[in-house]
């Protein structure tokens, strides 16, 4: 089993840039999460998605964070532009439907300078 | 709305000392609990976790947590540690009661074994 798949692995970007994420969760994974953590925090999260449902996104910045899950399996977050406050390494986790184990991907760094 | 909360930032240990991690949790109603791992420069990773039945509860690397339901807290514990448990660990708890599938880590606590 590959595990919860995220690219890109660091990603150092200009405030105001652009920026993508993906991840492709374990096979037959029906929720998945994006988490940011910041340096010496626990993990926050900012997106559930169950199938290609987005359940819960309160914690999503929604004026610049934007979310896709299309056919309920890999998804892309994106931030459009980025601000210098959003570098933290942003976590994608797997589970299945309102189970109990979350797998969690090595997760993407990423640095706005 | 549900919180973890993780009493120790840092903690310094010698090799084949005892550890004991704090965490407290608010929430209302029943829980799912557990902890994670993160050693350096890799993922999370699931240590252990408790759903229901015995409130002790034994995970990987010999690591435990007892869950303590009138104290609202779910320490863990390692009678001896090795210097190859230097790592992160996070606390989290889903509450099950409205809460969905959320799952709510606390700001995790630095571990360092010296040897």
């Known amino acids: 089993e590959a595990g919860v798949v995220q690219s890109p692995r660091y990603k150092i970007i200009e405030k105001k840039q652009p920026v993508a994420f993906w991840c492709n969760p374990i096979?037959?994974?029906?929720?998945l999460y994006w988490y940011r953590q910041n340096l010496g925090q626990g993990p926050e999260l900012l997106i559930r998605?169950?199938?290609?449902?987005?359940?819960?996104d309160s914690q999503l910045p929604k004026d610049r964070f934007s979310a896709e899950r299309l056919k309920g399996v890999d998804s892309t977050l994106k931030i459009q532009p980025a601000e210098l406050g959003d570098s933290a390494v942003y976590l994608c986790?797997?589970?299945?439907?309102?189970?109990?184990?979350?797998?969690f991907g090595s997760g993407t760094r990423l640095t706005v300078v | 709305a549900q919180s973890v909360s993780q009493h120790n930032h840092h903690v310094i240990l010698s090799e084949a000392a005892s550890l004991e991690l704090g965490c407290n949790y608010s929430?209302?109603?029943?829980?799912?609990l557990f902890w994670y791992v993160q050693y350096p420069g890799q993922h999370l990773q699931l240590l252990l976790k408790?759903?229901?039945?015995?409130?002790l509860v034994k995970g990987i690397k010999g690591f435990e947590a007892e869950f303590i339901k009138s104290k609202f807290s779910f320490n863990l514990r390692k009678p001896s540690v090795q210097w190859s448990d230097t790592a992160e660990y996070f606390c989290?708890?889903?509450?099950?009661?409205?809460?969905?599938?959320?799952?709510?880590f606390g700001t995790g606590t630095q571990l360092k074994v010296e040897l």
């Open positions: 989290a708890v889903k509450g099950l009661t409205g809460g969905g599938n959320k799952l709510t």
């Open positions: 986790a797997s589970s299945l439907l309102r189970g109990d184990g979350y797998t």
């Open positions: 408790y759903f229901s039945g015995d409130p």
């Open positions: 929430y209302g109603g029943t829980v799912n």
């Open positions: 998605y169950e199938n290609e449902e987005a359940v819960d």
């Open positions: 096979s037959g994974h029906n929720t």
